[in-house]
T-cell receptor, first 112, second 113 residues
Framework: KQEVTQIPAALSVPEGENLVLNCSFTDSAIYNLQWFRQDPGKGLTSLLLIQSSQREQTSGRLNASLDKSSGRSTLYIAASQPGDSATYLCAVRPNYGQNFVFGPGTRLSVLP | DAGVTQSPTHLIKTRGQQVTLRCSPKSGHDTVSWYQQALGQGPQFIFQYYEEEERQRGNFPDRFSGHQFPNYSSELNVNALLLGDSALYLC????????????FGSGTRLTVV
């Protein structure tokens, strides 16, 4: 059974810092991995989708990497801004026929 | 291009009642998945609908049921509500055969009192 963990559970940084959020999964045989952002009480906004054959994806100040063999993905946020404050969720799709398994999220606060 | 829309946004029900939540998928998407998110936790998969049939189901009791209509929209029904059913219910849509990414709606906040 696939399990997903995220470290740290919460993170508070001053504006402008570069930061890394970590995601680990127990079964390296995955179809793809998706990072989401969730503002308090709101739905999920897709940030980056990495297919199992890919090593990384980039969008603006965000970069996500995937290392299937070690069961890890990292989300790198460059030059953080207060507007980046949210919960970041990592979700793994075990195979095409199965649904995403989510981690518990990392709650990020970027202080002005 | 409209994304995933869910209704209602908020709902308060009494224990033992029944509730129906609705979801319209993103244009071009044919598959709808439902998730339950308790406060402070990641979403948990309830079930997925494709071609008007339940294709997959997570570890949820039979009190949770659903339906998909010919226009791909979907409903989630919960019978005999328990206090523990209070959560944010998220609908996600996707397109079969396309890169496998999901688009989520804003969710329905259900409170059972």
């Amino acid at each position: 059974k696939q399990e997903v963990t995220q470290i740290p559970a919460a993170l508070s940084v001053p504006e402008g810092e570069n930061l890394v959020l970590n995601c680990s999964f127990t079964d390296s045989a995955i179809y793809n991995l998706q990072w989401f952002r969730q503002d308090p009480g709101k739905g999920l906004t897709s940030l980056l989708l990495i297919q199992s054959s890919q090593r990384e994806q980039t969008s603006g100040r965000l970069n996500a990497s995937l290392d299937k063999s070690s069961g890890r993905s990292t989300l790198y946020i460059a030059a953080s801004q207060p507007g980046d404050s949210a919960t970041y969720l990592c979700a793994v799709r075990p195979n095409y026929g199965q649904n995403f398994v989510f981690g518990p999220g990392t709650r990020l606060s970027v202080l002005p | 291009d409209a994304g995933v829309t869910q209704s209602p946004t908020h709902l308060i029900k009494t224990r033992g009642q029944q509730v129906t939540l609705r979801c319209s998928p993103k244009s071009g998407h044919d598959t709808v998945s439902w998730y339950q998110q308790a406060l402070g936790q990641g979403p948990q998969f309830i079930f997925q609908y494709y071609e008007e049939e339940e294709r997959q189901r997570g570890n949820f009791p039979d009190r949770f049921s659903g339906h998909q209509f010919p226009n791909y929209s979907s409903e989630l029904n919960v019978n005999a509500l328990l206090l523990g059913d209070s959560a944010l219910y998220l609908c996600a849509s996707s397109s079969t055969g396309v890169n496998g990414g999901y688009t989520f709606g804003s969710g329905t906040r259900l409170t059972v009192v």
